[in-house]
């Protein structure tokens, strides 16, 4: 569709070309200057979008033909709605994801599933497989391509730190930037900057599940139960926003931003790997953030890359020429210690001021570290390869520990600034909004496929989680029953007997509840007696696996499949008898 002009301020004509000419999109043009027409901004409505209709249209000939072959006479109007849930867990649930994946698709089944939703690690499983058209033919290359790219040890500091260069220049820059582009960076061995609204592409012809991915605002998670229904946020290829107060804005703009409900400055769409560090933040702690922030204090200190290959001079020369430069002695903190007469002193007291988590002293010492690089020897001081200068990465620098020691994540344009339509006052009033890895929350997205408007009749949880295997599942009825939705009826009694030891397949049914087939991870059929074992190889902690671990991880996660095929065609067949009963 072409974007026309309506009431929109017109808005950055060069950026808005290249975003438009990337997608191939037709153009609209006032006075020159291109806008987007209202509607295809954001919407206020619970139902989902029209794009995401269609979609399902054209994915209802994928589950009609799949059903079809197991002898389940259906019509098109009367498909049951199957949705696969993939709960969060690092490392093991994007492993773990990939292995169940693969399986159902070997045992014929995958085509029968109408969504495919994730939280945390899933989500990286996720926006791996769904940078490829019709996916789920490739599974097995790709399942090796990801066996490899998680085993590979080369990985770069450096490019990593690149990536951060224009985020940091914006006001909305926070430790999910951080996360995403450097430590799941190092995490995958891989930095994705493949747009998330691409996937439309990947997902519109229907041949793939339709995916939808996770997070929760962190602002309402703070005040509100994990399961109240206003904390959650989605994301799909064609759009994100709140789903309880039915809030949703094109995922091209997401990032943009708005005032009033008109689009005033658009910014480029975020990158998978930023989204990724959103998605999947959960595990994040103050020490991986801190080891590798140590990473840029070295860079600076050293100058290695920049004095000898740029300035062809020993570091050590260099070093003495700035304690030659004659800046003024700033007063300096009680106790600091700080000799400041090198950049090595002053970087050494900006490690001790990060270890000790001082953000006085950092503050201190970053700004002497500046007053010797602002030295006329050092403005131009760029790296070759990169073209990052010394002024960049002490902008990231700067900015990433800040957002460190505020532990600041996932700022990000509020779409709905000043949005009477809402009435909602809280979200109308801020500037920002942050989102955090809705694992914090409910450690699977049944929010987003329990929704009334996607009908959803059959979910199929696989559980990932390192800890209790059924927190997610009585979250989830939790969830229900602050959002007045049917949910089955769980017996938690029964539950926490076998939590230690779970079985593979629990089926839970209730009256006009969609029935839910739970699949823990580590469980006694692939596990036998070894289950807190399992647990411990393959910790959440954990940002790497050697590859027989990731082998291993893969044949248990398709053991659960194998072992209950038969269970879960069973359950799509008592759904068809239902519809046509």
Not at 142 to 160: D, G, I, P
């Amino acid at each position: 569709m072409p974007y026309i002009h309506t009431e929109e301020t017109p808005v950055n004509c060069k950026l808005l070309k290249k975003i438009q000419s990337r997608r191939g999109m037709e153009n609209g043009t006032v006075n020159g200057e291109m806008a987007f027409k209202k509607s295809d901004t954001f919407r206020i409505s619970r139902d989902i979008s029209d794009k995401e209709k269609a979609t399902i249209a054209r994915r209802k000939t994928e589950v009609y033909n799949c059903l079809q072959k197991f002898g389940m006479n259906c019509t098109m109007s009367s498909l049951p709605s199957i949705a696969i849930l993939g709960s969060g867990g690092g490392l093991r649930a994007m492993i773990a994801l990939q292995g169940v994946l693969a399986e159902l698709q070997k045992q014929g089944l995958l085509d029968a599933v109408m969504y495919l939703c994730g939280v945390s690690g899933s989500t990286w499983c996720m926006s791996y497989i769904y940078e490829h058209e019709e996916w789920v033919t490739q599974l097995p290359n790709l399942e090796k391509k990801l066996c490899e790219q998680l085993t590979n040890t080369a990985w770069s500091a450096k490019k990593a730190f690149d990536a951060l260069v224009e985020p940091s220049k914006d006001d909305t820059y926070s430790l999910t930037d951080f996360w995403g582009n450097v430590i799941v960076n190092a995490m995958l061995h891989e930095l994705d900057y493949h747009y998330f609204s691409e996937e439309r592409r990947v997902s519109s012809y229907g041949k793939v599940p339709y995916p939808i991915y996770a997070a929760v605002d962190s602002n309402k998670l703070a005040n509100n139960s994990k399961t109240h229904p206003d904390i959650w946020f989605e994301f799909t290829p064609d759009e994100a926003g709140f789903i309880h107060r039915g809030a949703f804005v094109d995922m091209r703009l997401f990032g943009s931003v708005f005032e009033n409900g008109k689009l005033k400055e658009i910014k480029e769409e975020k990158s998978i790997s930023y989204l990724r560090g959103l998605w999947g933040s959960a595990i994040a702690s103050f020490k991986a953030i801190e080891d590798f922030i140590k990473h840029l204090i070295f860079e600076i200190k050293n100058l290695a890359f920049v004095y000898e290959e740029l300035v062809g001079e020993d570091v050590g020369e260099v070093e003495k020429e700035v304690e030659n430069v004659g800046c003024p002695k700033p007063e300096e903190p009680q106790g600091s210690g700080c000799d400041c007469h090198s950049i090595s002193a002053v970087t050494n007291h900006l490690m001790n001021a990060i270890e000790e988590k001082s953000h006085e002293q950092y503050d201190e010492h970053i700004r002497k570290l500046t007053k010797f690089l602002e030295a006329e020897r050092f403005q131009h001081i760029i790296h070759n390869e990169t073209k990052r200068s010394i002024w960049d990465t002490l902008r990231i620098l700067r900015k990433t520990v800040s957002c460190l020691f505020e532990w600041k994540w996932g700022t990000i344009s509020n779409y709905l600034y000043k949005c009477t339509e809402l009435n909602d006052k809280d979200l109308e009033r801020h500037e920002d909004i942050k989102l955090v890895d809705a694992g914090l929350a409910i450690n699977s997205a049944y929010p987003l496929v329990l929704r009334p408007e996607r009908g959803v009749k059959l979910i199929l949880s696989f559980d990932f989680s390192e800890g209790d295997p059924f927190e997610t599942v009585k979250d989830a009825a939790l969830y229900c029953k602050e959002s007045q939705l049917p949910f089955p009826d769980i017996d938690i009694s029964e539950l926490e007997k076998s939590k230690d030891n779970p079985s593979d397949c629990y089926i839970f049914q209730g009256n006009n509840a969609p029935v839910v087939m739970h699949f823990p991870l580590f469980n006694t059929g692939n596990c036998r007696d070894k289950v807190e074992d399992w647990r411990e190889r393959y910790s959440t902690i954990k940002l790497s696996y050697t590859e027989e671990d990731i082998k291993d991880l893969l044949e248990g996660a398709k053991t659960n499949v194998r072992n209950n095929t038969e269970r879960i065609l069973q359950a799509m067949k008592n759904l068809n008898i239902l519809y046509h009963s």
